[in-house]
């Protein structure tokens, strides 16, 4: 079992910032991808950027040049900056742990924070 402890979500106006942490306990696979899913009301989840142990990371296109994901292995943790937030943002985050074995890829969720961008 893997457990996460997520945190940093909230209210913030268009244009400003927040930064999400996840960090990970449990039974941990050695190499696994970490990254951020995001689901808005009525619509399906979907990636926003995850970053693998070897920090490759790979961005939705809304969010390029906005956000910045990293994370430290030593911690089993993965954060998210985000800046110049936009109403769009609004979601629901989930912090994702991924590997991939014999029958395919294997997936770990967080409980998910919400990031409500209003003013």
């Known amino acids: 079992q893997v457990q996460f402890v997520e945190s940093g979500g909230g209210l913030v106006q268009p244009g400003g910032s927040l930064r999400l942490s996840c960090a990970a306990s449990g039974r941990l696979p050695s190499i696994a991808t970490m990254g951020w899913y995001r689901q808005a009301p009525g619509k399906q989840r979907e990636l926003v950027a995850e970053i693998t142990i070897g920090g490759n990371t790979n961005y939705a296109d809304s969010v390029k040049d906005r956000f910045t994901i990293s994370r430290d292995n030593a911690k089993n943790a993965v954060y998210l900056q985000m800046d110049s937030l936009k109403p769009e943002d609004t979601a629901v985050y989930y912090c994702?742990?991924?590997?991939?074995?014999?029958?395919?890829?294997?997936?770990?969720w967080g409980q998910g924070t919400q990031v409500t961008v209003s003013s």
């Open positions: 994702n742990l991924n590997y991939y074995v014999a029958y395919g890829r294997h997936d770990y």
